[in-house]
């Protein structure tokens, strides 16, 4: 006889409830979704930037509407921006000027020359790939300098079942960290770039208008969660890796001191 699993059908119940608001029209990432991912926009590009004037191209895996094309090019940098994503609808809309050009390609076999790039991007899209670490060993082949990673961490959701209707796949840091080594990059930094203890799906589908009030009261909110919540408990942050590739040269020079 089958028992009715109160966990079980909690879980259900919740993940068709977090879907439904997702997928609601009232939940169009608006003004709280781009106030939650601004840190996340302006860690990444800080890296970019410590590059400066020496950086010539950047490849931007699953780029969207080019977003970070837009940003790059604020701030007036010389490099030029090559954008990447398997929506040809994304590519015909995406930001476009002199110094930007488009691919429509699969990220996990990405039709690019080896070392061909000299930063590679990938923020947000390896939860969306169905083999996301295929896809980063074909990020590692690409670049001969640096990568740029960013995904999801959602410990909450995994421990009671939620799932993110459009994250196909759970990033583990380990395997992240894994792949590079194995791939012949070196990690250079890891670090949260932000702690969500309401994710701005709810806060849109509520219609709580964004002021310094709303603001202030969700910073208070996220802080309070970052420094008292065990992390197993955290609803959503955002993961940063950048590593960078082993010069082989110079390894082999130092292994024949030793």
Known sequence: MHRFNVVEHMSIFLTRFYGYVLKHPKTKRGSWGHWYYRERYVKVLGEIMK??????????????????????????????????????TEINNAYKDQNTNYILCDAHALPLRSGSLEIVLCSEVLEHLSSPYQALT?????????????FPDEPLRRIIGIKHTEHISTIDLNKVVTELKSNGYKVLKISVVRRFSVPCGILEFLRIPVNRATKLFVRLLDSAVDRFVPIIFIPYQVVLVVATRINIKRLYASLDKI
Do not use: E, M, W
């Not at 191209?57 to 090559?82: E, M, N, R, T, W």
């Open 51 to 88: 590059y400066g004037g020496t950086l010539s191209h950047l490849l931007d895996v699953g780029c969207g509407g080019g977003l970070y094309a837009h940003y790059l090019h604020q701030g007036k940098p010389s490099c030029f921006y090559i954008g990447c994503d398997a929506s040809k």
């Open 138 to 150: 074909s990020i590692c082949n690409v670049s001969r300098r640096t990568i740029i990673v960013t």
